[in-house]
């Protein structure tokens, strides 16, 4: 095997796998800090692929500048959403909170139905692309990646080195006890939904980064699902993990295509799908609780 | 042969030792109390032995059978019931439907049907004093009904050892004295085993007891008959003495 | 005595009535019969979930997949007839049973398994199950991969060319209606078993179910297979009706949802609930298909969410909470 793809499938592994641990991460917050299961994750990635979309084609806008559109805009959707609906689904059965964010899911996937029609739409922002041996990256789609990184390193920052990051980190392992020491817990969950939620935006804009077509209102179910897995992977929670879950998923899948269009599968993505679900499951048999986790 | 032998019981919980060597037995019929400050080790020893936990050392031996590594439910069916010590009533269901929830499970389990556990259930909710409030959502009682509740649900089991966490805690002791005499009274008819958990040296509960177990850190410190236990000066320093000299 | 008896049944009795009144309308009024056959294909549906769902509290958001694998039972039994020149009622037969094998060895896995999981985690693994089960499909290319099966040559060959509207809309309305009335009565009788009071312990407080006795993981298990093979068949009775399948339909976790929003629109664990769910769910469905075209989804997802707010327990459960106190209304609100 040419040793020049291979170096070659390990970097764009890398790229793919950073976009993927930021997807994943919202999805992780979320149910760190608020144990919800955000089923609109998916809807919300949708969204931001669309911001990005619609501020390049609009206002030309490079998806850079998107990206501060999009936290602005998830953190009060989120926030808000938090204090409408989910507010009272604290602490309750699980089914109603799952219900709830597929309810929104659903209604966010309509408004972009509604209003963008069902075609598949892209745009093109080409920063040119690097040769790698005789294998091409676009400098988009490494920036992608880059930011991608850049995104959860100021992430952690902000939940360890900072006040407000130390009281969300208290509500995630003690509601109780952190509203005994005196934190609104109520401004901590919309603060952390709402993080949560525009990191999913964040994240749909980095994806046109890497592929800037496709664009439709069911872009994110396959990175909802693929979330599932990472977050599994990584430890359901935990920021780290979902990132480092996300950058394993990226190499597995950049190995695991090529190998089963090598075996002449059928559809070697389905194939490569399967796969990923097939790992789901048995992690969450062996480790439901992450791979890094004791 | 006792009804059931806890032999050196150790119980871990990560770095932390719950219970150290524990070892204790309780005869057919026999009224046990065990006492011991907060966090001494007592429901996690409740826990061992009706199968919510499987000690990492030690054997339980219930009938002359080795029932260490059974599960709850399995233990519940051979005779061992629980009253929770924090109520936790099936909430959704009616105050009947909890009582025979009790009775459909228990030691009568596969010989009796619905009907018959319905019966059962009215019987014991009688007997405790919750007759006329079966027809009600279990959410909706107070909290000493809720206790009630609980125990009935045990006893609804037909059990031979009635495990009672904690059960007069926060109660008047008018009520106290009503409970422990409801405990007994049953208990004898029904030649039931009780144990009887208690954080603070209560009277009623002790005296209602014909032998006692002192628990500290995990650890059986004092055992025997209640009047020598109670003379036993140990006692208050394990309550007053190492606490306070230790420091706080 | 024999009267006491009737009204403690009266729940039963109230859901087969009001089922044979959706059959009886159904033949009266032809220009409805496809949406009432729609109405029962929900209900039956929703009955069979609500023993898992409903029981239990687990949420299984690939129970599509049970569904799915009935459809492809059919399926496959209909196309394997056609080539060996089996008879028709051979045909439907051998498509019944593989249904029921084909969900049935699933679920069991699958409840061996996954059921140790709980709440999110059980969600999140069905799931992964349900979306496995459509890419092994169609990326190794079984039972005809994203090119799915079509039967209706096979059916017409089966059952004539006079037959074809027999075995397409006859046979399976006929076929759904029954299984409405038969996963009722299962419903039914499992609410007021030992089974039942066992499932009913278990999504209130699972650990404290296992203390008074309840063996949860088998009790767990026994209502998910129940549940899945009786939605199987109702797939099975569906093939029929659309004659061609495709794996992405098959396993549409959308579906799932659909079924979860009937079973809690009516209430989980009652047995008139699905009854109730379904028929708010179909007909505002249908008429918001009427005089909303393309807004259905928006407005659904809105319902939703006032269910999730306003109504947790269901129309049905809301109902028997509130007028509890009445033993009449207890006994005829299940």
């Known amino acids: ?294 | 042969m006792h009804l059931l032998e806890v032999n050196n019981v150790t119980k871990r919980f990560g770095g932390i030792t719950a219970l150290k060597n524990v070892s204790l037995y309780i005869d057919s019929g026999e009224k046990i109390a065990i006492i011991g400050p907060n966090g001494s080790g007592k429901t996690t020893l409740f826990n061992v032995i009706n199968g919510v936990y499987i000690p990492e050392d030690g054997r339980i031996i219930y009938m002359g059978r080795d029932i260490t590594k059974l599960s709850a439910h399995e233990r519940a069916k051979l005779g061992i019931a629980r009253a929770f010590q924090i109520t936790r009533p099936f909430p959704g269901l009616s105050v009947r439907e909890n009582v025979m929830i009790g009775a459909l499970f228990g030691t009568l389990s596969e010989k009796i049907n619905t009907r018959e556990a319905l019966k059962i259930a009215d019987e014991m909710l009688k007997l405790v004093g919750l007759y006329n409030k079966r027809d009600e959502l279990a959410i909706k009682l107070t909290g000493p009904e809720r206790k009630l509740l609980e125990l009935a649900r045990a006893l609804a089991m037909k059990p031979k050892i009635l495990l009672l966490d904690e059960i007069v805690a926060g109660m008047p002791p008018a009520k106290v004295d009503e409970i422990v005499d409801l405990v007994k009274n049953v208990a004898e008819r029904e030649n039931i085993a009780v144990g009887v958990m208690v954080e603070h040296v209560i009277r009623a509960v002790i005296r209602f007891a014909e032998r006692v177990y002192v628990l500290d850190r995990g650890e059986i410190v004092l055992s025997g008959k209640v009047e020598d236990v109670m003379r036993n000066p140990k006692l208050r320093e394990i309550y007053l003495g190492t606490r306070f000299k230790g420091g706080v | 005595m024999i009267k006491g008896k009737i009204i403690d049944h009266m729940s039963l009795i109230i859901m087969i009535f009001s089922y044979i009144i959706i059959w009886m309308l159904k033949t009266s009024f032809p220009e409805y019969s496809q949406m009432l056959t729609l109405l029962l294909y929900y209900i039956a549906i929703a009955q069979a979930y609500n023993i898992f769902l409903g029981m239990t509290g687990y949420v299984d958001f690939g129970y599509v997949s049970y569904f799915g694998l009935g459809l492809y039972g059919m399926a496959l039994g209909v196309s394997y007839a056609s080539q060996n020149n089996l008879s028709s009622s051979e045909a439907i037969i051998l498509g019944m049973i593989l249904s029921v094998i084909l969900a049935g060895s699933v679920a069991g896995v699958v409840g061996g398994i996954a059921l140790r999981l709980r709440g999110a985690f059980f969600a999140i693994a069905t799931i992964g199950l349900s979306q496995a089960l459509r890419y092994l499909i169609e990326g190794a290319k079984i039972w005809g991969g994203a090119e799915g099966i079509i039967i209706a040559k096979d059916l017409r060959k089966l059952f004539g060319e006079e037959g074809f509207s027999y075995a397409t809309i006859t046979l399976p309305d006929t076929g759904i209606f029954i299984l409405a009335v038969a996963t009722g009565i299962i419903m039914y009788l499992i609410r007021i078993s030992r089974l039942g009071y066992g499932l009913l312990a278990i999504k209130e407080d699972e650990d404290a179910a296992k203390v008074f006795g309840v063996n949860t993981t088998l009790y767990k298990f026994v209502a998910f297979i129940i549940s899945a093979v009786l939605t199987s068949l109702v797939g099975s009775m569906w093939t029929l009706k659309v004659t061609a399948i495709y794996p992405p339909e098959s396993f549409n976790i959308a579906f799932s949802v659909e079924f979860i929003v009937i079973v809690m629109l009516g209430g989980g664990g009652t047995v008139l609930g699905p009854l109730i769910g379904a028929s708010i769910y179909s007909l505002s469905k249908y008429y918001l298909g009427v005089y909303l075209p393309g807004l259905q989804l928006t407005v659904f997802s809105i319902i939703l969410l006032l269910i999730v707010l306003l109504f947790r327990q269901g129309i049905v459960g809301e109902l028997r909470s509130f007028l509890y106190k009445h033993e009449i209304v207890r006994k005829i609100i299940r």
């Open chain 1, 1 to 294: 095997m040419d040793p020049g793809l291979i170096i070659f499938l390990f970097l764009q592994g890398l790229v793919l796998g950073s976009i993927y641990g930021i997807v994943a991460v919202g999805l992780s917050l979320i149910f760190g800090i608020a144990r919800i299961i955000n089923l609109s994750h998916g809807a919300l990635i949708m969204w931001g692929a669309y911001t990005a979309l619609t501020f390049f084609v609009g206002y030309n806008l490079s998806p850079l500048g998107s990206l501060f559109i999009a936290i602005v805009v998830g953190l009060s959707l989120g926030a808000s959403i938090f204090y409408l609906i989910l507010r009272r689904l604290i602490g309750a059965h699980e089914l109603t909170t799952l219900l709830a964010t597929f309810a929104l899911s659903i209604f966010l996937e309509e408004i972009a139905r509604l209003n963008y029609g069902l075609d598949y739409r892209g745009f093109s922002w080409s920063l040119g692309v690097v040769k790698i041996f005789d294998y091409r990256l676009t400098y988009s789609s490494i920036l992608a990646g880059v930011i991608a990184l850049s995104i959860v390193i100021i992430l952690t920052l902000f939940l360890y080195k900072t006040r407000i990051g130390s009281a969300l980190r208290g509500v995630a392992q003690d509601p109780v006890g952190a509203y005994i020491c005196g934190i609104d817990v109520n401004k901590i969950y919309a603060l952390g939904i709402g993080i949560g939620f525009g990191l999913a935006m964040m994240s749909g804009v980095i994806i046109t980064m890497y592929n800037p077509t496709g664009i439709n209102p069911y872009l994110g179910a396959p990175y909802l699902l693929k979330s599932f897995v990472i977050v599994v992977l990584g430890g359901l929670g935990s920021i780290i993990g979902a990132y480092v879950g996300g950058i394993i998923f990226g190499l597995a899948e950049v190995v695991l295509f090529p190998l089963y269009d090598y075996l002449h599968f059928h559809s070697p993505m389905s194939m490569t799908l399967f796969t990923e679900f097939v790992i789901l499951l048995i992690l969450l048999l062996i480790r439901p609780y992450g791979l890094f986790r004791r």
